[in-house]
């Protein structure tokens, strides 16, 4: 089995699944990494301590998705050949996942789609992931749905019942597996506490995250306009820790490089980001990732998309979307820093997307045919 990823969210989502993979004395699992992304894979890697047996170090500066589709194409043919894998293993919707599946498609490799079925039912958003994972599912002949409603989806684009397991998204494996660490060792929470020593202890957190590409332009302008003046208006402090992206650098540091109370910090390793989660009061974001972890930690969660593939945790009430509208996002999450009521009723913990064994059923069913499935 060859598990291919190449971005952060990927890795993290993904490395659950290796190592349960991993456990099994009858699975042969080999890894190969694109390195779409290049630091911020390596983070994950490094706090997982799992290496991988291929890398085809593809990144570039502001590299566009024609160069991450062919160089994926080009260079996973050659691994194919070498490693020779009974099946590839592709994770959610980036353009490794779609590029990977059309790689081992040409290479006859039945390939197996991990949190397979989501969908905005918009072509445009997010762009290009909703079409990089109907590709995906169109190649694949295994599905891995995070939840019912992904199975459903797979059911209405005629996709086999027996092949689609409900099993929880890993991201939920990873969050947990993290959680319980920073739990269970006060020297590391203090390590962590030191790290963010230059927050206020007194100020509540807006934790703030946003990459996505239909939001350049504009629409990110607004948003980070948004982030400014809530940050003057309210007693709150902000940490935003801004993508390596250079078109979310440069509107970012336009914006909100000299704002007051606005902390901007790279890309932090997943451990002292979930540090941050647990500690925010509110999260504001764009990520697919963040959307499915914050509800587990029962954490506000505003969403600058119009439309989302995760509905489950807005039907909970844990996250609500807002756009990348000035006015609507400054009011809005303006209203759950002021209102302890507002703030309270979307504060439940809830876990519509996982309860920490989805790389064990994904790695059961693999192995030993298992039918064990998810169940919110
Ligand atoms: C990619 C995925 C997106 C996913 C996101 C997670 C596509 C088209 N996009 O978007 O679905 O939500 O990752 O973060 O697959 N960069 C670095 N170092 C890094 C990572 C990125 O310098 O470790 C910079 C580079 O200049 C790179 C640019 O960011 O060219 C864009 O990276 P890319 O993977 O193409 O797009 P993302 O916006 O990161
Ligand atoms: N994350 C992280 N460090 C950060 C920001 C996010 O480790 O500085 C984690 C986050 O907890 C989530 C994942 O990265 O698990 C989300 O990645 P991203 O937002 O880049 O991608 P998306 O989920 O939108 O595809």
């Keep these: 089995m060859l598990l291919v990823f190449g971005t952060r969210p990927e890795a993290i989502k993904m490395l659950p699944v290796a190592q349960a993979l991993m456990r099994k004395s009858n699975a042969d699992v080999r890894i190969c990494v694109t390195a779409q992304h290049r630091q911020m894979l390596d983070q994950v890697l490094d706090l997982f301590d799992v290496w991988p047996d291929y890398d085809l170090d593809i990144m570039k500066q502001g590299q566009g998705l024609e160069h991450v589709t062919t160089a994926v194409l080009q260079g996973l043919g050659d691994v194919l050949d070498d490693a020779k894998p009974d099946r590839v293993l592709v994770h959610g919707d980036t353009t490794t996942t779609m590029a990977a599946s059309l790689a081992a498609f040409y290479r006859k490799v039945p390939v197996a789609h991990v949190e397979a079925g989501l969908r905005s039912g918009d072509p445009a958003q997010p762009w290009p992931e909703e079409m990089n994972r109907r590709v995906t599912d169109v190649i694949a002949d295994r599905f891995f749905a995070p939840t019912t409603r992904a199975r459903d989806n797979l059911l209405k684009e005629n996709a086999s019942p027996a092949a689609i397991h409900v099993t929880g998204n890993t991201v939920i494996d990873a969050l947990l597996a993290v959680v319980d660490r920073i739990d269970r060792s006060p020297d590391l929470k203090e390590t962590l506490a030191a790290q963010f020593a230059f927050l206020a202890p007194d100020r509540p957190i807006l934790l703030v995250t946003g990459h996505r590409r239909e939001n350049f332009g504009k629409p990110f302008d607004s948003l980070c306009s948004a982030i400014r003046d809530l940050a003057r208006a309210h007693q709150i402090q902000v940490v935003y820790p801004v993508h390596l992206n250079p078109n979310v650098q440069s509107a970012v540091r336009r ?122």
Excluded: C, W
């Design 255 to 376: 914006f909100l490089g000299d704002v007051p109370h606005v902390h901007l910090v790279p890309p932090l390793d997943y451990l002292p980001f979930v540090y941050l989660m647990m500690r925010a009061h509110v999260v504001l974001t764009d990520s697919g990732g963040i959307q499915e972890e914050a509800p587990s930690l029962g954490k506000p969660v505003f969403v600058m998309r119009n439309v989302t593939e995760r509905p489950e945790a807005v039907e909970a009430g844990t996250v609500k979307l807002v756009g990348t509208d000035r006015d609507r996002i400054f009011t809005a999450v303006g209203e759950v820093i002021e209102d302890a009521d507002a703030h309270a009723r979307m504060s439940q913990a809830h876990n519509p997307y996982g309860d920490g064994q989805a790389a064990r059923r994904i790695a059961d069913i693999l192995t030993i045919g298992s039918t064990d499935e998810f169940s919110p």
